[in-house]
């Protein structure tokens, strides 16, 4: 394969970052990025590393589960509409783990903060004394639409945007999300609403945005499953009820999108991935 494999250059610099020790009895609540491995960051990669036990979400990517040093991994999180492990639980898991000495990596999509939950894991691991650091990741917002070419706060285009959910604790639209204030802000990126597309798109339109405005469905972004589908306002429900409901997906409004035909075609957008190891051919191990 072309390309080079992950070594430094400068070997001998990069062996002096000095990266803060995860310690026995403490949690790390870090983003995984939203698909492609090089989007971890160096602390991520060094928690995958050396946790001795992982917590991780549905959302977090095979070839990134796969940099997982220790065996023991659990999978807690929840797919849209799939079994889900109840939030009080994974919290008392973390704080059960750190007291029992553990170094406790809690692994989830994109950035732990931003519809993830991870706040309340922070709570609760503040209020019961179990110390822990949050790693921030890039959020699928800004790695997913990068990786499909929307250059989100273009200048000229867009002074603003807007991340939402789409998805209460129901599963339904938040009653108090506030379509005039989205309606007037440039660029939308919607998460984790893929099944109230319809309902958003008719919303939009009676807040004040055109039918005809184009949007796009960004999908399992940054990973070599991605997909991007265009629609507009006006045709965002029929064009979502065909897509993949279980993909990660953003729908993503404004005019920024316009600029996506020059970029995209021309973009390097190939995710790093993990070759076969070593002994993983037939024979096993020699
Ligand atoms: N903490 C995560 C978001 C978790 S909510 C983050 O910061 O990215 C889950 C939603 O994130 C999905 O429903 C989808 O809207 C979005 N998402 C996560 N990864 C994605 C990806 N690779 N491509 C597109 N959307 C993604």
Do not use: C
């Given at each position: 394969m072309p390309g080079f494999h992950v070594v430094p250059t400068n070997l001998a610099t990069a062996a002096r970052l000095h990266v803060p020790e995860f310690s026995p009895g403490s949690v790390w609540l870090a983003g995984a990025?939203?698909?492609d491995p090089g989007l971890l960051t160096l602390y991520a990669l060094h928690a995958l590393n050396t946790a001795d036990v992982v917590l991780h979400d549905a959302l977090v990517s095979p070839d990134i589960l796969a940099l997982i040093a220790t065996p023991r991994r659990h999978s807690v999180g929840k797919r849209a509409g799939g079994a889900r492990t109840h939030q009080l639980r994974i919290n008392q898991s973390l704080v059960s783990l750190a007291r029992a000495g553990h170094r406790v990596l809690r692994l989830k999509g994109g950035d732990p903060l931003i519809f993830g939950r991870g706040g309340e894991e922070a709570l609760?691991?503040?209020?019961?004394g179990v110390p822990f650091r949050i790693?921030?990741?890039i959020s699928a917002g800004i790695g997913g639409t990068a990786g499909a070419g929307i250059p989100l706060t273009h200048r000229t285009l867009a002074r603003s945007v807007v991340f939402a959910t789409?998805?209460?604790a129901q599963g339904g639209l938040p009653d108090d999300l506030d379509f005039v204030a989205l309606a007037r802000t440039d660029v939308v990126?919607?998460?984790m609403a893929l099944r109230q597309a319809d309902l958003?798109?008719?919303r939009l339109i009676a807040a004040g945005r055109a039918p005809d405005e184009a949007i796009a469905f960004v999908s399992d972004a940054t990973t070599p499953r991605q997909r991007v589908i265009e629609a507009t306002l006006a045709t965002a429900g029929a064009v979502a009820a065909r897509l993949d409901p279980h993909a990660p997906t953003l729908i993503v409004a404004g005019p920024v999108l316009a600029l996506r035909a020059m970029i995209a075609p021309l973009q390097q957008a190939t995710p790093m991935?993990?070759?076969p190891a070593p002994y993983a051919v037939a024979g096993g191990v020699p």
């Amino acid at each position: 394969m072309p390309g080079f494999h992950v070594v430094p250059t400068n070997l001998a610099t990069a062996a002096r970052l000095h990266v803060p020790e995860f310690s026995p009895g403490s949690v790390w609540l870090a983003g995984a990025g939203p698909g492609d491995p090089g989007l971890l960051t160096l602390y991520a990669l060094h928690a995958l590393n050396t946790a001795d036990v992982v917590l991780h979400d549905a959302l977090v990517s095979p070839d990134i589960l796969a940099l997982i040093a220790t065996p023991r991994r659990h999978s807690v999180g929840k797919r849209a509409g799939g079994a889900r492990t109840h939030q009080l639980r994974i919290n008392q898991s973390l704080v059960s783990l750190a007291r029992a000495g553990h170094r406790v990596l809690r692994l989830k999509g994109g950035d732990p903060l931003i519809f993830g939950r991870g706040g309340e894991e922070a709570l609760a691991l503040a209020s019961a004394g179990v110390p822990f650091r949050i790693v921030p990741g890039i959020s699928a917002g800004i790695g997913g639409t990068a990786g499909a070419g929307i250059p989100l706060t273009h200048r000229t285009l867009a002074r603003s945007v807007v991340f939402a959910t789409g998805h209460d604790a129901q599963g339904g639209l938040p009653d108090d999300l506030d379509f005039v204030a989205l309606a007037r802000t440039d660029v939308v990126v919607f998460y984790m609403a893929l099944r109230q597309a319809d309902l958003i798109a008719t919303r939009l339109i009676a807040a004040g945005r055109a039918p005809d405005e184009a949007i796009a469905f960004v999908s399992d972004a940054t990973t070599p499953r991605q997909r991007v589908i265009e629609a507009t306002l006006a045709t965002a429900g029929a064009v979502a009820a065909r897509l993949d409901p279980h993909a990660p997906t953003l729908i993503v409004a404004g005019p920024v999108l316009a600029l996506r035909a020059m970029i995209a075609p021309l973009q390097q957008a190939t995710p790093m991935t993990l070759e076969p190891a070593p002994y993983a051919v037939a024979g096993g191990v020699p």
